[in-house]
């Protein structure tokens, strides 16, 4: 653990608590990409399946319950309890695209060939473009609620946080992890359109807009 690691767990837990916020008070998912949210919850099921296997620590543990919990919860307010208020006319990015090639990837290309170590590469991968489906959605729509876009905000300065904490662990434990790397990398740079954005608008209070 280092400082890099643990503002990164803080920004992703900021990001989930903000979206879980935004629909339970707003009683809506608008503008919420349900793909996105069901891919992240494949993601942290597919990685902490180590969670009857391996214990780490207390901090550990609790963090994998967490995001598990919120992932599937989330996914339950957007397709079932709210999903009146869900934009499903919007929501059309072809996931099949993003889970087929990084399985695939994963059976490819892993640090040890048994079934948990490939369930945690694909995750690694997947997670990466997971949130794909909530940038095209947002293209699509024209503009993203600011709540929206400070989960997205939240979301990569989890992921930038977390290329430090590489780099961190890189220099001072020798530890490198390629696969983890470049997934991070790849995730950062799909960011770096809506960082512009975020600081140029949002935070001058006006609403963020994408591209079609």
Known sequence: MNLFRFLGDLSHLLAIILLLLKIWK??????????SQALFAVVFTARYLDLFTNYISLYNTCMKVVYIACSFTTVWMIYSKFKATYDGNHDTFRVEFLVVPTAI??????????????????????????????????SKTGEAETITSHYLFALGVYRT?????????????????LIAIVAG????????????????????????????
């Open 26 to 35: 707003s009683r809506s998912c608008a503008g919420i990409s349900g793909k």
């Open 105 to 138: 990837l994963a059976f490819l290309v892993n640090h040890d060939f048994t079934p948990l170590e490939i369930l945690w590469t694909f995750s690694i991968y997947l997670e990466s473009v997971a949130i794909l489906p909530q940038l095209f959605m947002v």
């Open 161 to 177: 946080l977390y290329l430090f904490n590489w780099i961190w662990r890189y220099h001072f434990e020798g530890f490198f992890d």
């Open 185 to 212: 990398l790849v995730q950062t740079v799909l960011y770096c359109d809506f960082f512009y954005l975020y600081i140029t608008k949002v935070l001058k209070g006006k609403k963020l807009s994408l591209p079609a």
